[in-house]
């Protein structure tokens, strides 16, 4: 790769933000890795150009990190962004905390809009996905009796908040069972709707669920739901920034996600869609001056908070988007079935993900058979420096791998030699 096709790159995923004025530090960090790609064309999804995306992200020496279901990485860019405004801030607090950062607050609700394909009046920048999931639980005025779905493999932040917030006002927690490994949309959509009674409400969804990156298919029960006048909450903590989400597409009324995983936020930001129609439900969680506003910023309204973490998000959408949705969505296949194919022969791993697309992106769980997950997971880190999720419910047994855009073929095959070796 020529220096030009190097700066050209930089430029391009750094452009408009706070961090171009630290790349060239941080480039020169990383030069010797950038080197080899002497035939790069940003324009082409080559091997080359992933490893060069890499390149952006700075992890502990040694470090194979397969767990960005857990939490993922920011690139250097997003943390040069996110450091230089809170020097800013720091610089000038009052000024800067209430008032002179509006305009840029605007720019990221519409920066996020636009990648979710919907209304900038239709986005709220929250926390987490559980703030999310407790502004949704905690609001909807529900009755004694009314009931509220919730599948097994939901996550505890999303079954949790309507235990505590509805449960004890005597509304009925339905928890269906998901398959595990199922063939088609309709086995998962038939599930949810032989759980509907005249009684439901809500139906409560994860988009992939965090056992065995199962994908379940948002647009399907949402149209099925509405038709029997059932609202419908997504918790999207593990889809945000994996693949192309067109909320208004999906249909559903509310959807959370932490953009700190596949959209490489800055930790503690997360990104909350309420449909137009649907936002009447809602109520914010805390109250300040201002409560009484109508649009969705009520939901968001803390008073003080942590603005360069804020205004780190579009930051992370400008990288994700430099890059671009269409080519994260096919590297995100490509390097599932890269691994799936390098696995499925060998008796001794058992795959605990559906191989459907329809059914499964970059969240691959694996059982070593006749090996106990936790000593798995130690093995993998201790000899191998490779960090994984372990996963013991639902007979699983298996090490949840996650497959960001800093995964290269090359890690994916010392992973794999890794289990084989483990395996016996």
Not at 107 to 122: D, I, W, Y
Not at 232 to 250: C, E, H, R, S
Not at 349 to 375: H, M, R, W, Y
């Amino acid at each position: 790769m020529s220096n030009s096709d190097r700066r050209s790159f930089i430029k391009k995923i750094t452009a408009g933000t706070a961090a171009s004025l630290l790349i060239p530090q941080l480039y020169a960090d990383n030069k010797e890795r950038l080197k080899p790609l002497n035939d790069y064309n940003a324009n082409d999804s080559s091997e080359a150009f992933w490893e060069t995306v890499k390149a952006q992200f700075h992890f502990a020496h040694g470090l194979y990190y397969f767990n960005n279901g857990s939490l993922g990485p920011s690139p250097m860019s997003v943390q040069g962004a996110t450091n230089s405004y809170r020097a800013t801030l720091d610089g000038f607090p009052s000024r800067y905390m209430w008032g002179e950062w509006q305009d840029e607050k605007e720019k990221v609700r519409l920066q996020v809009a636009h990648l979710f394909s919907v209304n900038k009046e239709e986005i709220a920048i929250t926390h987490n996905t559980t703030e999310g999931m407790n502004l949704i639980a905690k609001s909807i005025d529900l009755k004694a009796g009314d009931e509220v779905i919730l599948s097994n493999h939901d996550h505890a932040s999303a079954y949790v908040p309507w235990e505590v917030w509805q449960e004890t006002k005597g509304i009925k927690l339905v928890r269906p069972k998901l398959p595990l490994l199922p063939k088609t949309i309709e086995d998962i959509v038939a599930v949810y709707e032989n759980a509907i009674t005249p009684k439901t409400k809500v139906i409560n969804i994860c988009h992939i669920v965090n056992t065995n990156g199962m994908l379940l298919p948002v647009k399907e029960i949402s149209e099925m739901a509405h038709k029997k006048g059932i609202l419908v909450a997504v918790d999207g903590a593990q889809t945000a920034g994996m693949f192309t989400i067109n909320l208004k597409d999906l249909g559903c009324d509310f959807y959370t996600a932490s953009a700190h995983k596949w959209l490489f936020s800055p930790k503690g930001i997360a990104v909350f869609y309420a449909k137009q129609e649907s936002q009447k439900y809602l109520k914010p969680l805390i109250v300040a001056r201002g409560h009484k506003d109508k649009s969705v910023r009520r939901l968001e309204n803390y008073n003080t908070r942590n603005l360069p973490e804020y205004l780190g998000l579009g930051d992370a959408v400008a990288f994700h988007n430099a890059i671009g949705g269409e080519k994260i969505t096919k590297r995100s296949y490509a390097l599932k079935h890269y691994f799936r194919d390098k696995v499925k022969a060998n008796p001794k791993f058992k795959l605990k993900t559906p191989e459907n697309d329809q059914l499964s992106c970059a969240i691959q769980t694996l059982e070593v058979i006749g090996k106990p997950v936790s000593k798995v997971k130690k093995q993998l880190f201790d000899n191998y420096s490779i960090d994984t999720r372990p996963m013991s419910t639902f007979g699983l047994n298996g090490v949840r791998i996650s497959f960001g855009i800093y995964i290269t073929k090359k890690d994916i095959d010392y992973l794999v030699n890794a289990l084989e070796t483990i395996a016996g």
